[in-house]
Each structure stands twice: as C-alpha cells, then as structure tokens.
C-alpha cells in the first residue's frame, strides 16, 4: 500500500486494525506455513505465466493451513489458490474486474 499507492504506513495499520475489529484474524506465519509457501512457490511459480511472489504464497499456505478461502484480486494468486484446492473469494481489482469464479 505505501510503495504503490503511497498511503501513509500508519493509514494501512489503522485500517488493518479496523477490519481486525470487523473479524479480520491475523495469523503469524510460523515455520510450517513458511515451509508450505516455499513449497507452493516451487509448484506454481513461472516468471511469465504464472509470477507469484513468496507473499502470495504466504497467503495460500495460510489459507490452506487455516481452511478458509483466499480473498483476493489477482487472477494469477487465484488460479494457484484453486489449483491447491482453495476457495476464493474474487474482489474487483483496481479496474473492477474480478478473478473468474471457480
């Protein structure tokens, strides 16, 4: 959020904490979720068809480890998320276009 749409760091932590208030759970990434993103990395990564960075994966580890759907904009996260198994709830990215529902 700061590096690409310069918001204020403590703009993005006070929302962050108000969807935590909303039921937002924060979880930290521990050694397995670490070790499953690394895994999802080696399985999904393509530098041109498929560019997920190591924080996509973060969030699909997570996802899989806490069995619950993938919210996301980005139709690359979103096929790998599906590809594991995952649902995915699409939100409309800065253009309102949303990933294709399984």
Known sequence: ???IFERPVDATITALAILQTGGL?????D???GFSAG????RHYDRNSSPLSMADCIALATALVL???LA???RTLATAARAEGIAVLPLADSGGRRP???
């Open 100 to 102: 294709t529902p399984a």
């Open 67 to 69: 069995q619950e759907p």
């Open 72 to 74: 996301t904009a980005d």
């Open 39 to 42: 895994e999802l990395h080696a």
């Open 1 to 3: 959020m700061t590096r």
């Open 31 to 33: 050694a397995a979720i």
């Open 25 to 29: 759970e924060v979880v930290s990434a």
